[in-house]
């Protein structure tokens, strides 16, 4: 089927991030029509009457992409800028042109920040986003975005906590900097701060009492990814730079070959403002990482390697043993190394 035989409908303008089932549904409504039809029309064979975003999404092979982008009046790129799993392609190959099925399990359904709405004025059915993390930061408004299959609300002002959006800036710029493989080190980050909060290490009983009293949400589970997040990237920056180092055989600052540098952990402890808490516990999580992350390569095969070029410092990094078959977007542990859970004892790590 060509574009051609596409009717001509009322377009609309998508919201950034929505869920493809949530635009064909409000394309739908918009237009009065049934939201079977506009599927029919995109190329469905068997199109459902109806369709719920926050159990449901609706896949594209790139035909029919196109051919639901002249519905919306505009163009299939736009319509992937806009929609992520559009953009993902995961109807393609084989799969009919047009798939609605259950949320997989690497996306997310999440509600869109209400100050964001506020632009749209065409906006008369819920909009519904498609997240490739249970949770989002707003940084123009400041507001987690967030699933609720946990308990807990499913966005929350970060007014008196501007800490968390710059920290979710730096961390924008450390994926920048190291490219794919910042996901894996981001997750391997909030599974170490998980696990000092828990313990009622590090920052629990001040800084992160902190947080949480201006939450007022108390010691709940749901917020520990909020309390913890400036805290994490900061770990995170220093695992990049751990594995820069690593990368080329190198112990980070030069420490003696084979050894768990004590360093390496000082000095993000240095970057924490918390280097009495990880010389007083702290230190042990980071080192149950370190030992994941370890040079394995003999002495003398690292001195023979060559000096890194000039500028590696700037190039993505590669991803690294112990990660492999690193998911792009799915509940961050699930990218991690650490098979340590919240809510698991901590002993073990002691």
Request: hydrophobic letters at 40%.
């Amino acid at each position: 089927m060509g574009t051609e035989a596409v009717p001509k409908l009322v377009g609309l303008e998508p919201v950034p991030g929505e869920a493809a089932a949530s635009f064909v549904r409000r394309l739908a409504h918009l237009n009065g029509l049934p939201v079977k039809e506009v599927l029919r029309d995109a190329g469905a064979h068997r199109p459902p009457g109806e369709l719920d975003p926050w159990a449901q999404e609706v896949f594209f092979g790139e035909q029919a992409a196109a051919r639901l982008a002249v519905m919306a009046w505009r163009t299939p790129e736009e319509l992937c800028r806009a929609l992520p799993t559009l953009a993902a392609g995961t109807g393609g190959g084989r799969r009919p042109s047009v798939r609605v099925g259950p949320w997989p399990g690497q996306w997310t359904p999440l509600e869109p920040c209400a100050a964001c709405l506020t632009r749209h004025d065409d906006l008369v059915t819920p909009v519904v986003l498609a997240g490739g993390d249970p949770w989002q930061v707003c940084m123009r408004h400041g507001r987690w975005l967030r699933s609720t299959s946990d308990g807990g609300p499913a966005q929350v002002s970060l007014a008196g906590l501007e800490e968390v959006v710059r920290a979710h800036r730096r961390r924008v710029r450390l994926q920048q900097r190291v490219g794919p493989y910042a996901r894996a080190l981001l997750a391997d980050a909030l599974q170490v701060a998980a696990a000092w909060w828990q313990g009622r290490q590090m920052g629990s009983e001040t800084l992160w009492a902190g947080r949480e009293a201006v939450l007022g949400t108390g010691r709940q589970r749901w917020a520990v990814p909020l309390v913890v997040y400036p805290e994490a990237v900061i770990v995170a920056e220093a695992m990049a730079v751990y594995e820069r180092q690593r990368q080329w055989g190198r112990e980070f600052d030069n420490g003696a070959p084979g050894w768990v540098s004590k360093r390496w952990i000082a000095f993000v402890g240095e970057r924490l403002g918390m280097p009495g808490p990880m010389e007083h516990g702290g230190y042990r999580m980071l080192r149950q990482w370190t030992l994941q992350h370890r040079i394995t390569a003999p002495v003398v095969d690292r001195l023979a390697q060559p000096a890194p070029p000039p500028g590696y410092r700037a190039e993505h990094l590669p991803v690294m043993e112990p990660h492999q078959g690193l998911p792009e977007r799915g509940a961050l542990e699930d990218a991690s190394c650490l098979d340590w859970r919240l809510g698991r004892p901590v002993t073990a790590l002691e």
